[in-house]
């Protein structure tokens, strides 16, 4: 009797789980259309929302060698904030319909931002500040070429990486 009301329970667990194997298939071609569209379709609004925040928040702590690892800390966040959001804007294309070099150069400068954001992100897990501080460099030097490729009517800013500058309000 125990054997069987074993078997029982065992396969009605076995049941239960179908579903759940069941739900768990690959997404279909309509939903993963739908999870690689973008949130925001505004680039303007996707910069401002993400890039500008998390690279306002990394300038301060690019200036000296971190002397805490609270300071490492927030440069392995905001770097890889920036890396992750460099690997978006693969997704997105350029928003000047006047410039057709701006649509020509969006997807090597989107892959630099990316590179460069994550050669600052594996410096600062190893707590190479000049290394880090190049990543910086070259990241913020990949951002500019983007905005200076974008400009037509109403330009994105130009980054100043260790001065004052427009992103810093």
């Known amino acids: ?7 029982g329970q065992v396969l ?10 069941v739900g ?7 939903q993963d259309e739908a999870n690689k569209k973008p ?16 690279y306002r928040r990394l300038k301060p702590v690019m200036l000296a060698e971190p002397k805490d ?11 890889l904030l920036l890396a992750e959001g460099g690997g978006s804007l693969l997704r997105r294309r350029s928003s000047n319909a006047f410039n057709p070099k701006a649509k020509q150069n969006w997807p090597e400068n989107s892959i630099a931002v990316k590179k460069h954001a994550t050669a600052l992100y594996r410096a600062a897990k190893e707590k190479d500040f000049a290394a880090a501080k190049r990543g910086y ?10 905005h200076q490729s974008e400009v037509s009517i109403g330009s994105p ?8 500058g427009i992103t810093d309000k």
């Not at 009797?1 to 078997?7: A, L, N, P």
């Open 69 to 79: 690892a609270s300071d490492w800390g927030r440069m392995r966040s905001e770097a």
């Open 157 to 164: 800013p130009i980054l100043t990486p260790l001065g004052h």
């Open 137 to 146: 460099l070259l990241m913020t030097a990949s951002c500019n070429a983007c």
């Open 24 to 30: 768990a298939t690959e997404p279909t071609a309509e």
């Open 12 to 21: 009605v667990f076995g049941l239960l789980q179908v579903p759940a194997v």
């Open 1 to 7: 009797m125990k054997v069987s009301f074993f078997v």
């Open 39 to 54: 949130v925001e379709d505004s680039i303007s609004l996707h910069m401002s929302y993400l890039f500008a925040p998390s």
